[in-house]
């Protein structure tokens, strides 16, 4: 067995330093022609053991720590994109993450969204907190983060403790203890922060050191690989152009050779064979544009690397490559797999559909339909169906995709809601809404047409006319009374009709649940039909209409009561 190359992924909220820390990795080696130092990948930068070495060697002789594994692999696209790319047995690629945070700016929409992605997915990852630079009169002034914080002025150091608390007290809110690293006694109960700034570099020897030493000391398992196992990789773009059709991936366990056959599954579960025509890497040694990559014959993980292939139909980014003929189509079945009433779903990926489901289940949101690509008629189709059952499944909730001008026309005529945008919890949140709004719309509109349910609780000690009318106290356990309203018992019977209702000696037309009234009620007589510490119910005869407004409770006892009623 031997160690491969952890993957690493960096997420965060937009400008808060994702693609700049990227930058700083790879330390603008590709620009400068180094070699040595960063190998420029497929989607991927890799970071040698020398380069470990050479930018994190203090740190790792500090903490007295052996460096076993042969390098890094970071992601290049940053934010959930790269996240979300899934492993065929399921999960992240990614084995470690940075979460980026600005230390000025702190939690942000999106970082929330990253949290509980990285919670989903349970992936381990340390807290980069960018932009240290920033503050007021920082400086430069040691190698070693650690000094270099101890040597700021009083002034700025103080602000540093301030800005930093501010976060942990963040983080704290969003179920993670965090503290900064060099605190830290026991890393699997608590996620370290590493202050950086990638203007200067401070920072990201401990950052790098750190990763390595927790991709070594809690991933090992993960990463050991045999030479010789089948290859393993997710599909993270897809090209075609006048040259040919390129598939480019992230290989995480194997080899991959000019000449193989490689397997990949569509959405339907049907098994895609990919010839490697060509293999190839960027060439960073060359400025010629029509030279812009070179040919390779093998590549072992972990590694980024573009496939030259014979056909890309039916293939989509976030599937699994596999050396074996049979792929497990379990992951994409279960992220795929539909209730028979609720919202429809549309991602711009497989991986991002994941990431979706895991949060709504919850949130016990049901799906009919969940799919990657642009919002279309036959989506819109579906959710007008199903909002023929329920109010609430009148959605077509949209995560990076698009709707055409005469699709969103097609949507408002069939009484459909589209929400789109780019931020998972914030669109379950404003689905959430919406369907509140909904509800108290269609409620004002069957309340004006019709009576509502209503369940009353008849006082004891309240009452005040046996009859002609009863007058007696209630108090509205859920819903609504008006005058005129119809009153029955647990059976479905008639007990009489509401023509006044009380409160404080005044006359009111409506009372609403948890409210105490006095009632007069023609046809009713106490101690008849109407007993001391009972319930009463309005009488209501299509409760359907009601089931999305009502408790489940009530809902059930409208059914049992006029079920009665109708065997009677």
Avoid at 266 to 272: A, E, H, Q, T, Y
Avoid at 289 to 318: C, E, F, H, W
């Amino acid at each position: 067995m031997i160690l491969r190359s952890p993957i690493i992924s960096v997420l965060g909220h937009v400008d808060h330093g994702k693609t700049s820390l990227l930058d700083r990795i790879r330390q603008s080696n590709i620009a400068r022609k180094e070699a040595g130092g960063i190998t420029q990948m497929i989607g991927a930068s890799y970071l040698s053991k020398d380069s470990i070495i050479n930018l994190s060697g203090d740190f790792l002789k500090r903490w007295n720590f052996e460096l076993l594994i042969p390098g890094l692999l970071f992601i290049d696209t940053p934010g959930h994109e790269a996240f979300t790319l899934l492993r065929e047995q399921g999960g992240s690629i990614a084995d470690l993450a940075i979460l980026v945070i600005d230390i000025k700016q702190g939690i942000q929409p999106q970082t929330v969204e990253s949290i509980n992605i990285l919670r989903n997915y349970k992936t381990p990852f340390v807290v980069a907190l960018t932009k240290i630079d920033l503050i007021s009169g920082w400086k430069n002034l040691s190698d070693n983060i650690v000094s270099n914080i101890e040597l700021q002025n009083s002034i700025t150091k103080r602000e540093f403790e301030e800005l930093v608390w501010r976060r942990i007290g963040e983080l704290s809110e969003q179920g993670i203890n965090a503290d900064l690293f060099f605190n830290i006694r026991d890393f699997t109960r608590t996620a370290a922060i590493v202050p950086v700034s990638s203007v200067t570099g401070e920072g990201f020897s401990e950052l790098i050191g750190l990763i390595c030493g927790l991709s070594q000391r809690f991933l090992r398992n993960s990463l050991q690989i045999e030479p010789d196992e089948p290859t393993e990789g997710t599909i993270i773009d897809l090209k075609r152009d006048s040259g040919g059709n390129y598939i480019d991936v992230i290989i995480y366990r194997g080899k991959l050779r000019k000449g193989d056959t490689i397997y990949s599954i569509d959405l339907s579960g049907n098994i895609k064979t990919i010839k490697v025509r060509g293999l190839f890497i960027p060439n960073v040694s060359s400025n010629d544009p029509r030279d812009k990559y070179k040919s390779i014959d093998q590549i072992a993980a972990a590694a980024g690397v573009r496939i030259v292939t014979n056909s890309i139909d039916g293939l989509m980014i976030g599937l699994p490559i596999s050396s074996k003929t049979k792929i497990d189509n379990y992951n994409i079945n279960r992220i795929l797999k539909v209730d028979d009433q609720g919202i429809v779903v549309k991602t711009d990926s497989i991986g991002s559909a994941d990431a979706f489901r895991r949060l709504v289940e919850k949130e016990g949101i049901k799906i009919r339909k969940i799919g990657v690509g642009n919002i279309n008629k036959d989506d819109i189709e579906i959710a007008s169906a199903m909002n023929q059952l329920s109010p609430d499944y009148g959605f077509v909730i949209g995560f990076n995709v698009n709707i055409s001008r005469e699709d969103l026309e097609f949507a408002e005529s069939h009484g459909v809601k589209i929400i789109i945008g780019d931020v998972i919890y914030r669109l379950i949140e404003s689905y959430k809404e919406r369907v509140r709004e909904k509800r108290e719309k269609l409620l004002q509109e069957l309340m004006q047409k019709a009576t509502p349910p209503a369940k009353l609780f008849v006082m004891k000690d309240y009452i005040f006319r046996i009859s002609k009318p009863a007058i007696f106290g209630i108090r509205v356990i859920e819903g609504e009374i008006r005058t005129n309203t119809r009153l029955i018992n647990n059976q479905g019977e008639f007990i009489g009709e509401i023509v006044g209702i009380q409160k404080n000696k005044i006359q009111i037309n409506s009372a609403k649940a948890g409210e105490e009234v006095a009632i007069a009620v023609n046809g009713g007589e106490i101690g008849d039909n109407i007993l001391p510490d009972s319930f009463l119910w309005s009488d209501v005869n299509d409760i359907d209409k009601w089931r999305d407004i009502i408790s489940q409770q009530l809902y059930e006892e409208y059914r049992r009561i006029l079920l009665l009623r109708k065997i009677r």
